[in-house]
């Protein structure tokens, strides 16, 4: 079933811009991760510092992204954005907790898939945009 398409509102035209520079800094925080960690696990034991003051940044931003896109969906933009966002949120939540207690056989696996998401998100999100009409 093919949806009417329309001309969006500024508030919908806001969202999409909010929401694709919270995804784009998103993913640069998520990339400076693998970074700070590689540091790390290279001897330079000052990087897990940076990596944990990463954590809580790439968590800010992706709850920040997340309520972002909820404004967008309201505003007759793409729901997929909302849905990966959400599922991005709950993914970087438990890497979070699995980092603070040492569980590194899922935060590496894990931490690659997120990277891998966020990156495929931002690719997606820069496309061009077809609006929902109203109901």
Not at 7 to 27: D, E, Q
Not at 48 to 71: C, K, M, N, P
């Amino acid at each position: 079933m093919n949806a009417t398409v329309t001309t969006p509102s500024r508030l919908a035209i806001g969202a999409l811009r909010v929401s694709r520079t919270l995804v784009s800094a998103h993913t640069v925080a998520i990339i400076g991760q693998a970074v700070f960690a590689g540091g790390y696990l290279s001897g330079d034991y000052d990087m897990l510092w940076l990596h944990r003051w990463g954590a809580d940044t790439v968590s800010y931003l992706s709850y920040a992204q997340l309520l972002a896109t909820l404004v967008l969906w309201l505003a007759r933009g793409p729901r997929w954005l909302f849905w990966v966002s959400l599922l991005i949120a709950a993914g970087e939540t438990g890497q979070y907790f699995a980092g603070m207690y040492g569980a590194l056989d899922l935060h590496i696996p894990l931490g690659v898939a997120l990277v891998t998401a966020m990156a495929l998100t931002t690719i997606a999100v820069w496309r061009p945009v077809q609006w929902r009409a109203a109901r």
